[in-house]
T-cell receptor
């Protein structure tokens, strides 16, 4: 089973629509969840982080986390052609009781999003 | 806005040669990381570094790899004897106190011939 799983897409939405991106993870001790955007040939750029169950909104972006279902999603409202990119879901384990920081991010394969005018 | 920088942007080398990839993390950050991304594949963790020592490494990070923080600003990844399969984008990242959010540099494209 893949540790972090995303639908590779491509996901195509019209300009102005809502794009919905999904991610599931297998490690139950995961605690921190991140969405990165990656344009072709570029580095991952942080969009959102979420640590608690529920929704977190930042501008046109909303991240949703459900730890019981091991599921995290990203909604992009009013999608623009400039949002066309690969969206990476990344997961980090919690610190252990001894205080060791598990800094490793585990990435999914990414979902290619295309927003057409 | 502070950012992670990496040099060179592109490195071409012959198989068996040593390469050093350089990174300057964000100045007040404490945690440093290297990741790689082979073309068309996912981003993979290599190593994390904190308090002048490796805190975690992946199976990819074998004896051919090493990291160093030679001074107060640079963070380097050395590959001793490059293989064809080391061809990839290498990303440096850093995070501040608490180590929660990682910010990535622009990457170094390594091509091994």
């Amino acid at each position: 089973q893949k540790e972090v799983e995303q639908n590779s897409g491509p996901l195509s939405v019209p300009e102005g629509a809502i794009a919905s991106l999904n991610c599931t993870y297998s490690d139950r001790v995961s605690q921190s969840f991140f969405w990165y955007r990656q344009y072709s040939g570029k580095s991952p750029e942080l969009i959102m982080s979420i640590y608690s169950n529920g929704d977190k909104e930042d501008g046109r972006f909303t991240a949703q986390l459900n730890k019981a279902s091991q599921y995290v999603s990203l909604l992009i409202r009013d999608s623009q052609p400039s949002d066309s990119a690969t969206y990476l879901c990344a997961v980090k384990r919690r610190k252990d009781a001894g205080g060791t920081s598990y800094g490793k991010l585990t990435f999914g394969q990414g979902t290619i999003l295309t927003v057409h005018p | 806005e502070p950012e992670v920088t990496q040099t060179p942007s592109h490195q071409v080398t012959q198989m068996g040669q040593e390469v050093i990839l350089r990174c300057v993390p964000i100045s007040n950050h404490l945690y440093f990381y290297w990741y790689r991304q082979i073309l068309g594949q996912k981003v993979e963790f290599l190593v994390s570094f904190y308090n002048n020592e490796i805190s975690e490494k992946s199976e990819i990070f074998d004896d051919q790899f090493s990291v160093e923080r030679p001074d107060g600003s640079n963070f380097t990844l050395k590959i001793r004897s490059t293989k064809l399969e080391d061809s990839a984008m290498y990303f440096c990242a850093s995070s501040g106190a608490g180590g929660r959010t990682q910010y990535f540099g622009p990457g170094t494209r390594l091509t091994v011939l």
